[in-house]
């Protein structure tokens, strides 16, 4: 570089032989030391690469942080397609997470899966009411001639008879005792007058005679022809129920089967009634005597009520329901007895205390 003479200035030749490079700083050893010992700092190496050593003292341990507790607190369920959210609300140590869960699509329907096996009969359900009256039923056959009945009083006199034929007028006879007052005849027709006999003698008026006895029983009538058959009448009420019969005995328990293939989930269900599924206990106060059950709810219809055996070693103890309602049932309980008896039951009464399982499944 040359400066030029300018207003006065003496000309100074200047030569610049090298240019100053820039140095290279890394780092170096960085060594942690001891808590209270102070801080260092060195440069190694020559320009233009050098490196930068550090000693940087390690802090004191602070105090023990309080640990965060957190609960749940709000969760919503977000529309489908939309995305899941998650929100902290309060001051920690005490911190409540929120969610927003959105729905999921609704599933491919399944395919339908075998029929199940038929279940048992349910129990006989609760007497109905009253049915309206029928129309009358139409008239039946003639029956058979009943037995003979017995002879029956003498019936009422009939009617008089036609007037037989006048007889000829005998000849007069001698005159006879007064008899015995016979009943007097039926009035006929005024005879001729006969000849005038001589007056008799007026005679002792006799006794009146005994009643004579009753005559025989006549013979019954042959039985008319059936007459129409009346309005067939109201049905009678039921009558009591039977008492139930002996169980039979428990077969042997079958070998479990293999576990099936989980089935494709099924569409989604309508808005149909709920099924509802509960367990009931029926503890015998008094052995014979049927307990008295309320279930939980109040079914829409008489629900099935199943017995569940419960075993105590090798006795059973099973219910049988009965006169099922909506609302209730009664259970008689029995257990299984400890030695068979060829003509007996294998079950009998359960005693006071015992306890029968009831599975009820209903909408």
Same mark, same amino acid.
């Given at each position: 570089?040359? @400066?030029?003479?300018?207003?006065?200035?003496?000309?100074?030749?200047?030569?610049?032989?090298?240019?100053?490079? &820039?140095?290279?700083?890394?780092?170096?050893?960085?060594?942690?030391? $001891? &808590?209270?010992?102070?801080?260092?700092?060195?440069?190694?190496?020559?320009?233009?690469?050098?490196?930068?050593?550090?000693?940087?003292?390690?802090?004191?341990?602070?105090?023990?942080?309080? &640990?965060?507790?957190?609960?749940?607190? /709000?969760?919503?369920?977000?529309?489908?397609?939309?995305?899941?959210?998650?929100?902290?609300?309060?001051?920690?140590?005490?911190?409540?997470?929120?969610?927003?869960? &959105?729905?999921?699509?609704?599933?491919?329907?399944?395919?339908?899966?075998?029929?199940?096996?038929?279940?048992?009969?349910?129990?006989?359900?609760?007497?109905?009411?009253?049915?309206?009256?029928?129309?009358?039923?139409?008239?039946?056959?003639?029956?058979?001639?009943?037995?003979?009945?017995?002879?029956?009083?003498?019936?009422?006199?009939?009617?008089?008879?036609?007037?037989?034929?006048?007889?000829?007028?005998?000849?007069?006879?001698?005159?006879?005792?007064?008899?015995?007052?016979?009943?007097?005849?039926?009035?006929?027709?005024?005879?001729?007058?006969?000849?005038?006999?001589?007056?008799?003698?007026?005679? +002792?008026?006799?006794?009146?005679?005994?009643?004579?006895?009753?005559?025989?029983?006549?013979?019954?009538?042959?039985?008319?022809? +059936?007459?129409?058959?009346?309005?067939?009448?109201?049905?009678?009420?039921?009558? @009591?129920?039977?008492?139930?019969?002996?169980?039979?005995?428990?077969?042997?328990?079958?070998?479990?089967?293999?576990?099936? +293939?989980?089935?494709?989930?099924?569409?989604?269900?309508?808005?149909?009634?709920?099924?509802?599924?509960?367990?009931?206990?029926?503890?015998?106060?008094?052995?014979?005597?049927?307990?008295?059950?309320?279930?939980?709810?109040?079914?829409?219809?008489?629900?099935?009520?199943?017995?569940?055996?419960?075993?105590?070693?090798? $006795?059973?103890?099973?219910?049988?329901?009965? /006169?099922?309602?909506?609302?209730?049932?009664?259970?008689?309980?029995? $257990?299984?007895?400890?030695?068979?008896?060829?003509?007996?039951?294998?079950?009998?009464?359960?005693?006071?205390?015992?306890?029968?399982?009831?599975?009820?499944?209903?909408?």
């Amino acid at each position: 570089m040359a @400066l030029y003479p300018q207003r006065g200035f003496t000309p100074v030749r200047v030569v610049v032989t090298d240019q100053v490079k &820039p140095t290279v700083l890394d780092i170096g050893s960085v060594v942690t030391n $001891q &808590p209270g010992q102070p801080a260092g700092a060195s440069i190694t190496g020559d320009a233009p690469k050098q490196k930068l050593n550090l000693a940087i003292p390690q802090g004191t341990p602070g105090a023990p942080a309080a &640990p965060n507790s957190l609960s749940i607190g /709000e969760v919503k369920t977000g529309k489908p397609g939309t995305q899941a959210s998650a929100s902290m609300s309060g001051d920690s140590p005490n911190q409540t997470i929120n969610l927003v869960i &959105p729905q999921g699509a609704a599933g491919e329907s399944g395919s339908q899966g075998p029929a199940g096996p038929q279940g048992s009969p349910g129990a006989q359900g609760a007497k109905g009411d009253k049915g309206d009256k029928g129309d009358p039923g139409e008239t039946g056959a003639d029956g058979i001639n009943g037995l003979k009945g017995d002879k029956g009083d003498a019936g009422p006199a009939g009617p008089q008879g036609v007037q037989g034929p006048k007889g000829e007028t005998g000849a007069q006879g001698p005159k006879g005792d007064s008899g015995v007052a016979g009943p007097q005849g039926l009035k006929g027709d005024t005879g001729a007058t006969g000849l005038q006999g001589p007056k008799g003698d007026t005679g +002792a008026k006799g006794e009146a005679g005994a009643t004579g006895p009753t005559g025989p029983k006549g013979d019954t009538g042959a039985t008319g022809p +059936a007459g129409p058959a009346g309005a067939k009448g109201d049905t009678g009420p039921q009558g @009591l129920k039977g008492d139930t019969g002996a169980t039979g005995a428990t077969g042997p328990k079958g070998d479990k089967g293999d576990t099936g +293939a989980t089935g494709a989930q099924g569409p989604a269900g309508t808005n149909a009634t709920p099924t509802v599924f509960e367990t009931v206990s029926a503890k015998v106060l008094s052995s014979g005597v049927k307990v008295a059950i309320v279930f939980a709810k109040k079914y829409s219809s008489p629900p099935f009520v199943i017995p569940n055996p419960v075993w105590s070693g090798d $006795q059973m103890t099973i219910g049988q329901a009965s /006169e099922i309602t909506a609302t209730g049932c009664n259970v008689t309980v029995k $257990q299984s007895v400890g030695t068979l008896i060829l003509n007996g039951s294998p079950f009998s009464n359960a005693p006071a205390n015992a306890t029968a399982s009831m599975f009820v499944i209903g909408n």
